[in-house]
């Protein structure tokens, strides 16, 4: 289960890779191989080389040959509603997941159009219950907004989906079992600059918060 950058991981490791896959996988990915720029007006990018990217990683497999059950957060364009990519081609529903408005051009599946799911839920702890959940682990990597450079369309937008993300994902947070939360400071869903940093920071929480996950999972009863 993800959203956005999160559908991105999600997808890898439900589709079987071990955490030395997935952290090779980080550690290849470069920002030009998400590059495709748009000629159209309604984004700056296709997505199509993250579309791409993603099918590759995962073997072309759809997302119900997966290992685990799997589902990528998306919003529905036409009526705001959220959506969740459970079946059909992975590397398109994690692009749909991902496309943040005026940066990406909005997915069609079907006959509707999908954008970022984090406009409706950036944290999905509700839709992992709806998918049968009895404990959920959320993992919160959004930092703080603050102020930068908003000298470009894109930069407006992606401060103000910060902004707005921020509030939403609050309250989800609330319904979780156990929150993860690593310290990213300044680091944004899409900053390639220090990987490996990140990946520390990512396990440096994971531990600290492994006391807490053994005693939810001890404590845990399966529902009569």
Same mark, same amino acid.
């Given at each position: 289960?993800?959203?956005?950058?999160?559908?991105?991981?999600?997808?890898?490791?439900?589709?079987?890779?071990?955490?030395?896959?997935?952290?090779?996988?980080?550690?290849?990915?470069?920002?030009?191989?998400?590059?495709?720029?748009?000629?159209?007006?309604?984004?700056?990018?296709?997505?199509?080389?993250?579309? @791409?990217?993603?099918?590759?990683?995962?073997?072309? +497999?759809?997302?119900?040959?997966?290992?685990? *059950?799997?589902?990528?957060?998306?919003?529905?364009?036409? @009526?705001?509603?959220?959506?969740? #990519?459970?079946?059909? @081609?992975?590397?398109?529903?994690?692009?749909?997941?991902?496309?943040?408005?005026?940066?990406?051009?909005?997915?069609?599946?079907?006959?509707?159009?999908?954008? @970022?799911?984090?406009?409706?839920? *950036?944290?999905?702890?509700? #839709?992992?219950?709806?998918?049968?959940?009895?404990?959920?682990?959320?993992?919160? !990597?959004?930092?703080?907004?603050?102020?930068?450079?908003?000298?470009?369309?894109? +930069?407006?937008?992606?401060?103000?989906?910060? !902004?707005?993300?921020?509030?939403?994902?609050?309250?989800?947070?609330?319904?979780?079992?156990?929150?993860?939360?690593?310290?990213?400071?300044?680091?944004?869903?899409?900053?390639?600059?220090?990987?490996?940093?990140?990946?520390?920071?990512?396990?440096?929480?994971? +531990?600290?918060?492994?006391?807490?996950?053994?005693?939810?999972?001890?404590?845990?009863?399966? *529902?009569?």
């Amino acid at each position: 289960m993800g959203t956005s950058a999160g559908s991105v991981v999600g997808a890898l490791y439900a589709s079987g890779m071990n955490p030395r896959a997935l952290r090779e996988a980080a550690l290849s990915l470069e920002e030009g191989m998400l590059g495709d720029w748009s000629l159209q007006v309604r984004g700056v990018l296709r997505g199509k080389a993250l579309q @791409d990217t993603v099918n590759r990683w995962v073997g072309g +497999r759809a997302i119900e040959r997966f290992a685990l *059950p799997y589902a990528a957060v998306m919003t529905d364009l036409y @009526d705001g509603s959220m959506r969740l #990519a459970r079946s059909g @081609d992975a590397g398109l529903a994690v692009r749909a997941s991902s496309a943040v408005p005026g940066v990406f051009e909005p997915v069609r599946i079907g006959e509707r159009e999908y954008v @970022d799911g984090g406009l409706v839920s *950036p944290v999905p702890v509700r #839709a992992a219950r709806s998918m049968g959940a009895d404990l959920v682990l959320a993992v919160d !990597i959004s930092s703080k907004p603050r102020f930068q450079e908003t000298d470009t369309l894109p +930069r407006v937008l992606l401060q103000a989906f910060a !902004i707005m993300s921020q509030h939403l994902a609050a309250r989800e947070l609330l319904e979780a079992d156990l929150v993860v939360s690593p310290s990213v400071g300044d680091r944004g869903s899409a900053d390639f600059s220090d990987r490996v940093g990140a990946i520390a920071l990512g396990a440096q929480a994971m +531990r600290a918060a492994l006391p807490g996950l053994q005693s939810r999972i001890r404590q845990w009863r399966p *529902p009569a």
